[in-house]
């Protein structure tokens, strides 16, 4: 019964997703990493599946690389199975939770859970456990109802501790050495607005 | 001016200037992407990198990074020869016999040595920013200040012309100091040894003390590396400020001093 609900949200949601072919926008690139400060960057981006996006910039630009796959492409490549776990409300919206366990080894997600806004059938949120990168999550903010493809996204990641070579560091320049020791996996967000949808059907 | 004209330590200082500016083009072209990933290994796991770092604001943050140390002993060595010179050979006297009075004589070194000190910085910044740009092109430019900054190039330019301007007062006040102590020494050589080894005791006394007590604020060792503060993601001004008159306290204090002692000196 979980697994049909869930195999029918999916087919739902694959098939809004599978309406666009391609894709061209404007994204604005905003880093949230607290040992990282850059302002907003602007990009061209361009997404044609199953090629990774491409972005153009005169600036230059951070990508993360997780988290863009707009498509799915690597949780639904391979045979996978579905668990659906019931509802909860994400930004004031009701969503469908559902858990995807691909079922290969060559598949580069272990588990997805997804929360599916149950009136559009857009992912409003996607919880990736990858094999050899972590976990991120993705929050999606929708400004359209007919496709799959966000105004905004913010991607949360772990990061590994970031060794900054101190001797390169400024002379007067005051680190708390035994702090950034003490300090684990730091987790970064990478804000992506997009502007200037060009849909490709 | 006429003198230094014809001296040839002008020239070789111009042309140390030069030569640190080459080493530094060299050594980014060879090795300058190895460092960028040395910089950025941890990063390049979670993201793409998109764009050229190596490049002319990040090539001239390094040049810059000569002030430290390069240049001052520049300074300090072309000081030294301009105001040590002429005690030295007896020409002092007779400069002093003629019309100048000694206040009017050591104010007139005092000016050239900052003239000079101006003039190396001037030749350092031109020819770093320009070659620097014109070899290795516009970007934005990362530094390691606190944190990982990556400054944008219009913003980056703006800083690299302040630190050089910056620098240029920096390197006024370590010449002033050579001058100052050039007059107690009739040998432009002990002179030299002097002030290096004076900038080298207040470094260490700078470093020996915490921050907290703030007496090395005090010394203006403490402040030559100031340019600095216009690298944080935000331009530490309050710092710059204090640095700035720091520095120029130095200037005064080196030239009362110096004019003070050069009235009273026994020139027979």
Known sequence: MATDMADEVIERVREKIGKVKGFS????????????????????????????????SEDFIVVPKRGLDFTYEDLFKYEYSSLYVGEEMVNDQKVHVVKIIPLENKSKVVLATLFIDQKTDQILRSEINTRSHGTYLIDMKFDQVKYNLPS??????????FNLPLKYLGKNVDVDKKKMKSEGPKTGRMIL???????EL | MFKLKRRPLGYLALGAIIIIDLVVFVA??????????????????????QGNLLNGSLVSYLILNSLWFHIPLIVVVVACALVGGEGNDGSLQTILTRKASRGAYVLSKYLLVTLVSLVLVLLL???????????FGRGDLLVLMETLN???????????????AFGMLAMITVG??????????????????VSIFSMILLTIIGKGMPASVGWAKLLFVYHLSGWQNFFPFEVAWSELVESLLVLLIHCMVFILVGVWYFRRKDLV
């Open chain 1, 152 to 161: 905004e996204m913010v991607i949360t990641f772990e990061m590994e501790k």
């Open chain 1, 193 to 199: 607005s997009f502007s200037d949808y060009k849909v």
């Open chain 2, 150 to 164: 990556i400054i944008p190039f219009e913003d980056a330019l703006m800083r690299l012309i302040g630190a050089f």
């Open chain 2, 125 to 135: 910044a031109a020819t770093s920013l320009g070659l620097s740009y014109g070899f």
């Open chain 2, 28 to 49: 980014a072209a060879l090795e300058g992407q190895l460092f960028l990933d040395f910089f950025t290994e941890n990063l390049q796991e979670t993201f793409f990198f």
């Open chain 1, 25 to 56: 926008a404007n994204v604005a690139l905003e880093l949230d990493v607290d040992f990282i400060r850059m302002p907003t960057k602007y990009a061209a981006m361009a997404y044609h599946p199953p090629k990774e996006a491409k972005f153009d």
């Open chain 2, 176 to 193: 002033l100091m050579a001058a100052t102590i050039s007059l107690f020494f009739d040998s432009p050589v002990n002179a030299i040894l």
